[in-house]
T-cell receptor
Framework: AAGVIQSPRHLIKEKRETATLKCYPI?????VYWYQQGPGQDPQFLIS???????DKGSIPDRFSAQQFSDYHSELNMSSLELGDSALYFC?????????????FGAGSRLTVL | QQQVKQSPQSLIVQKGGISIINCAYE??????FPWYQQFPGKGPALLIA?????SEKKEGRFTISFNKSAKQFSLHIMDSQPGDSATYFC???????????????FGQGTILTVHP
């Protein structure tokens, strides 16, 4: 079965640089979620998109932005990177309109800011 | 403010024993409670989930017990195996729509170690 695909799996950046993470949801899923997980922390909700429109916003810094494209893939753009941005970034997708709305997570992208 | 509180932080169990992880929540709008299992370097994977109109749900060795009046729920892993060693997260979601569209609020996680 197709899963949520995230790229890149690992990314190393310097402070003040920019990073872009990509997420390809499960086919026909209508909602994408982005989560940030720091070392030893629980995943924190950043932002979500339903049918390519932003549906909810969590604790996402102003330096971060995200969008969902016509093919339903999503990108998380992070600028002016700080050391504290080092974390695992997970994308999840779900089919909200199915009623079951089970979130399936990707394997994550590990960002290291030096 | 942690909306979902999970305990213990870590748990060590012998093979064949019972692992019990507890969670408590405050937001009465939560109406869907999944448990996720996460291995190092991997994404969380759905293990089992329950809705508040049910007091218990069992799937194989995994059981969720739910106490709506106390706003608490727990995961029981029977006959724990070394392969169960992972981090377990409880979560809660307001599935009533509006603008939430099903985002999950996670507990702090429990690192389970099952010794052979």
């Amino acid at each position: 079965a197709a899963g949520v695909i995230q790229s890149p799996r690992h990314l190393i950046k310097e402070k003040r640089e920019t990073a872009t993470l990509k997420c390809y949801p499960i086919p026909r899923h209508d909602t994408v979620y982005w989560y940030q997980q720091g070392p030893g922390q629980d995943p924190q909700f950043l932002i979500s998109f339903y049918e390519k429109m932003q549906s909810d916003k969590g604790s996402i810094p102003d330096r971060f932005s995200a969008q969902q494209f016509s093919d339903y893939h999503s990108e998380l753009n992070m600028s002016s990177l700080e050391l504290g941005d080092s974390a695992l970034y997970f994308c999840a997708s779900s089919l909200v309109d199915s009623g079951a709305n089970v979130l399936t997570f990707g394997a994550g992208s590990r960002l290291t800011v030096l | 403010q942690q909306q979902v509180k999970q305990s213990p932080q870590s748990l060590i169990v012998q093979k064949g024993g019972i692992s019990i992880i507890n969670c408590a929540y405050e937001n009465t709008a939560f109406d869907y409670f999944p448990w996720y299992q996460q291995f190092p370097g991997k994404g969380p994977a759905l293990l089992i989930a329950i809705r508040p109109d049910v007091s218990e749900k069992k799937e194989g060795r995994f059981t969720i017990s739910f106490n709506k009046s106390a706003k608490q729920f727990s995961l029981h892993i029977m006959d724990s195996q070394p392969g169960d060693s992972a981090t377990y997260f409880c979560a809660a979601r307001n599935q009533q729509g509006g603008t939430s569209y099903g985002k999950l609020t996670f507990g702090q996680g429990t690192i389970l170690t099952v010794h052979p």
